[in-house]
């Protein structure tokens, strides 16, 4: 049994009939982006015989920073995988044999050399795009402009069933804040993070890019989904910078939303960096310590460049269903912060501190719960006893002195974000992962020991950035690298 509802769930809730159960509409499958998906028939053993779909082929143009999402527009039909790169291409691929049904190119977005910083040689989609499952709309950021005197941030609304643009759209991110009152450059603010649509709004995350040019600020926008969309709501940290990095974007736990910040600059009291954010809709800002956690060492993580906002967020019931609500972040102190949701606690007021690594922690976790179990795995760059680069599993209890322990922990040559599968929602639970930016090899665990049950067999993958995570849908999982999408599949 799952604590929230994924992203299936919600589709049913909000709209029988307009999608099918097993769409995938956002990151991690679920508003909690918990990164728990139900595969049938997937165990230990038939994992043993995980391979490349040989009757799937799908290409397109571009880098991927986003995951690709699943849209099935009913129960006996075959879905899309969707896939947005950094060349503004939105193409929707058949699931099982990668034909494309439709391709839809946006304007283009701009080479590196024409902005102030970054390392994506030629920037567009970066952050995972939200399907609406009510409406079937999927809402994205791209970057457009080929020089630095156009470049603008644009959300788009384009159909899940046709690619095609939806009237009214784009919104101008830097003209709908400018009439707001609120500077926003688009040559220096990045948007790396996924989107979250949430109770009938689409949130946007915004940062910075990498190198940290100029006086950013984190930034979270609400858009008022409409034939004229508006801004509904803006966030944004006090002090320069702060900026929301993490791959996941924001997260929800069924009524608010949380967003971590990353280090601010030249602030001396604390101005929004270095925390865990509670936000309601229409964004208001608040200072209540109930609505932010902050370690009390803020200022020395900004001044070392230690962000505690690398990942997302992540609620949680500690110690299964009937648990604890807790909300665990991971640092680039290498560091795990354990808060209590009903009250954060402001400055120093965690549950739990716990070192968990000797390296940054950048890249998204996920989480397995039980009725009695709540499991959150993560990619360690330098693990405390697996050292080196490796996967480390955490048990959360619901009290106690310690309640963060280690499980296990594994090698792993690369940098992906893990995702969990089981059968039916809690059985036979697996980790899965790929080597990014190192073997580029699919991994599998067994979630409760972390034994390996596939070991990385056959071809490696070509163009995998390393903030890269899976897609289960179709019975296949997906991963999609520079200019291919790769289909595994196994025997059942």
């Known amino acids: 049994m799952r604590s929230y509802p994924t992203a299936a769930a919600l589709a049913v809730a909000l709209a029988a009939g307009s999608a099918a159960a097993q769409s995938v509409t956002t990151y991690h499958n679920g508003i909690n982006r918990h990164g728990e998906y139900v595969v049938p028939g997937l165990t230990a053993a038939t994992a043993a015989s995980m391979h490349q779909d040989s009757a799937f082929n799908g290409t397109f143009t571009g880098d991927v920073y986003a995951q690709p999402l699943y849209w099935q527009a009913g129960p006996h039909t075959v879905g899309n995988v969707i896939v947005a790169t950094e060349t503004n291409l939105v193409e929707a691929m058949n699931a099982s044999t990668g034909a494309v049904v439709w391709s839809t190119q946006l304007p283009p977005g701009p080479p590196s050399n024409q902005l102030q910083c970054g390392n994506i040689a030629l920037e567009g989609v970066t952050g995972t795009p939200a399907i609406d499952p009510a409406s079937g709309l999927i809402y994205l950021d791209a970057v457009t402009g080929t020089t630095s005197a156009t470049v603008r941030h644009k959300i788009y609304a384009l159909s899940a069933a046709t690619g095609a643009v939806q009237p009214g759209y784009p919104l101008d991110v830097q003209s709908a804040l400018a009439a707001r009152g609120v500077t926003f450059d688009s040559t220096i603010q990045g948007e790396r993070g996924a989107v979250l649509f949430f109770n009938g709004a689409a949130y946007f995350t915004y940062g910075g890019r990498s190198g940290d040019c100029g006086n950013y600020h984190g930034m979270v926008v609400q858009l008022a989904p409409s034939a004229s969309p508006s801004v509904a709501g803006v966030w944004s940290t006090r002090a320069d910078r702060g900026g929301i990095w993490a791959q996941g974007g924001s997260a929800s736990d069924g009524n608010s939303v949380y967003v971590t910040t ?5 602030a001396s ?25 902050t370690p009390t060492n803020w200022l020395t993580l900004d001044e070392e460049d230690l962000d505690l906002g690398g ?19 991971f640092g680039k102190d290498g560091n795990a912060y354990l808060s209590d949701r009903r009250n954060l606690g402001g400055i120093g007021g965690q549950i739990a501190l716990q070192k ?5 922690i950048i890249t998204a976790p996920a989480i397995y719960n039980s009725d009695s179990l709540s499991l959150v795995i993560f990619r360690d760059g330098n693990g405390l006893k697996c050292s080196g680069s490796s996967l480390t599993m955490l048990s959360v209890a619901p009290s106690g002195t310690s309640p963060i322990s280690e499980v296990w922990c594994a090698a792993l040559n690369g940098a992906g974000a ?23 090899l699919l991994h599998g665990y067994n979630a409760l020991t972390g034994a390996a049950v596939f070991g990385g067999g056959g071809q490696a ?18 991963v999609a690298g520079g200019g291919t999408l790769y289909a595994y599949t196994f025997d059942q």
């Open 418 to 440: 893990p995702i969990v599968t089981t059968t039916n929602g809690s059985a036979n639970p697996l980790v899965w992962i790929v080597g990014a930016e190192g073997d580029n």
């Open 269 to 293: 009291g604390w101005g929004d960096g270095e925390g865990v954010i509670r936000l309601k809709g229409g964004l208001a800002h608040t200072t209540s310590t109930l609505n932010y956690f």
């Open 356 to 360: 968990v690594s000797n390296g940054a």
């Open 262 to 266: 990353g280090n601010t600059s030249g």
């Open 311 to 329: 990942t997302e967020a992540l609620p949680l019931q500690a110690g299964g269903q009937a648990g604890s609500p807790r909300i665990i972040a």
């Open 461 to 478: 993958m070509q163009g995998l950035r390393h903030f890269q995570t899976i897609l289960a849908a179709n019975n296949h999982l997906y």
